[in-house]
């Protein structure tokens, strides 16, 4: 299954996007906190490719992200991971939680589950086989809480709000929740800082990586930039695509929407330098969406 990048009580941060479309600013905005807060606690700052859900690639998005980390100057340490080229890793893990029975074969459908948000364990006892068929994760009946950075204490039930969760989908593809936690913990990842629409996903990761025996990680959930229509910015709704040109101007704007102090238009080396320097998580507002919006 591989071993964890190193025991250290150093902070360890990371920046992972999928390619499923061209970066927007609402990605700028994750990369800049992720950096800054990295950085400005003398650790690590990693990226990784979140590229696991294969048939959603969007052509060229992935050379995008790493012209965007070029053109911006961003300092990574270590070598960009890529998740497609650990898919053995995943599938391990998912034998290791199969022979500790806390996983099962699920048969079912979205048609045959229709609109229910909570599933309700119909496979969880029919010991279906493994193959061709979506895994899924046992919930118990527990309260789940994590404190975070910015949004304050997060709690849920996974078995009362979700329910037994997918890890492994129908036609293959290794679920998110699945690769984020098994990476985190190989790429030996201490705080976690990403846009607040992933928040209520932590509980799951936070409950698989308990199973996994894998140490909780700290969070910090960012507000999200909002678009002229009130929906954040997203690949799915058409967010513009980074300018690589304005680099300066954008990470200018990145910095003021995450409430820092303003810094003169440099090179995005040296501004990202003082933006460091300069760095208050506390002045990050503390909301789910930001006030400021970028069109």
């Known amino acids: 299954m591989g071993e964890p990048f190193s025991p250290s009580s150093q902070y360890i941060g990371r920046f992972a996007p999928s ?15 992720s950096y800054c807060e990295a950085k400005s606690q003398h650790g690590q700052w990693l990226v990784r490719i979140e590229d696991t859900d294969i048939p959603r690639i ?15 100057e961003f300092e990574i340490d270590g070598d960009i991971l890529f998740q497609k080229d650990r898919l053995d890793i995943y599938h391990q893990v998912i034998h290791t939680l199969q ?3 806390l996983v099962y074969a699920c048969q079912c459908t979205r048609k045959m589950l229709g609109s229910n948000a909570i599933y309700a364990g119909h496979c969880r006892h ?16 527990q309260l789940i809480c994590f404190h975070d950075q910015l949004q304050g204490l997060q709690c849920s039930n996974l078995q009362h709000d979700l329910g037994d969760f997918v890890l492994l989908r ?3 593809i290794i679920n998110y929740q699945l690769a984020v936690v098994v990476d985190d913990y190989l790429q030996g990842i201490t705080h976690v800082v990403r846009g607040a629409d992933l928040l209520d ?5 936070i409950w698989l990586g ?27 709704n058409m967010a513009e695509a980074l300018d690589v040109k304005q680099a300066p101007q954008l990470l200018a704007h990145a910095l003021s929407a995450l409430g820092q102090p303003s810094i003169e238009l440099n090179s995005p080396h040296l501004m990202l330098k003082q933006a460091v320097a300069a760095w208050d998580f506390k002045a990050i507002p503390q909301q789910l969406t930001l006030d400021a919006i970028y069109r």
């Open 58 to 72: 969007y052509p060229n998005s992935e050379c995008h992200i790493l012209d965007c980390l070029d053109a911006f």
């Open 99 to 101: 022979q500790q029975g």
């Open 170 to 172: 129908r036609d293959g």
């Open 201 to 205: 996903n932590t509980q799951r990761q």
């Open 126 to 141: 029919l010991n279906l086989g493994f193959a061709n068929q979506a895994i899924r994760l046992k919930v118990e009946d």
């Open 210 to 236: 308990q199973c996994l025996k894998y140490p909780q990680l700290n969070y910090m959930h960012l507000p999200l930039a909002m678009n002229e229509h009130g929906q954040k910015l997203s690949k799915q």
């Open 19 to 33: 390619p499923t479309g061209p970066l927007h600013f609402g990605s700028l905005i994750t990369a800049v906190a």
